[in-house]
């Protein structure tokens, strides 16, 4: 194929500038660089965390993002395998005077939590909101994400 057969084919981009909204690429001319859009900035806030030997979960930027403060009471429900925390509470301890995430020893069962294990903190601070998922439901999840991109 002669150079004129591809002209009609391949745009020259060494035409555009700046001007109509492509940039080249320092030190290759003639490449468009388009306008990324960053995806938008969340709140979320995450950590893993070893739960001690008392049931407590020490991070104190996940409650500092959430605004969970000592003394204050939450909730905590089981789903999926994963411990839902929200405040306010009705009447259960939740955060300790050292600013400590405490799992009462019911919850952390029902979650298949043992002592020492690593959870991951979920948190959402736009609701007031703490996930925390146990290792198993994070090697579930994982597994199955690696599955799926095996499959693909």
């Known amino acids: 194929m002669?150079?004129?057969t591809l002209a009609p084919v391949i745009p020259s981009f060494s035409a555009l500038?700046?001007?109509d909204g492509i940039h080249a690429i320092p030190g290759a001319p003639g490449?468009?660089?388009g306008n990324v859009e960053l995806p938008p900035k969340s709140s979320a806030v995450h950590s893993i965390r070893p739960v001690d030997t008392n049931g407590r979960v020490i991070d104190k930027a996940v409650l500092t993002a959430l605004d969970w403060r000592p003394g204050d009471l939450l909730s905590w429900?089981?789903?999926?395998?994963?411990i839902v925390i929200t405040r306010p509470g009705y009447g259960?301890?939740?955060?300790?005077?050292?600013g400590?995430?405490?799992l009462p020893a019911a919850v952390r069962r029902g979650a298949h939590i043992a002592i020492?294990?690593?959870v991951l903190l979920a948190a959402d601070p736009e609701q007031s909101l703490l996930v925390v998922y146990p290792a198993?439901?994070?090697d579930e999840i994982l597994a199955r994400r690696f599955a799926e991109g095996a499959d693909a």
């Open 2 to 4: 002669s150079h004129d």
């Open 17 to 19: 500038n700046a001007t």
């Open 31 to 33: 490449l468009p660089l």
């Open 77 to 82: 429900r089981i789903n999926s395998g994963l």
């Open 92 to 98: 259960r301890r939740g955060v300790t005077k050292h």
């Open 100 to 102: 400590h995430l405490s």
């Open 116 to 118: 020492h294990d690593r």
């Open 136 to 138: 198993h439901v994070l």
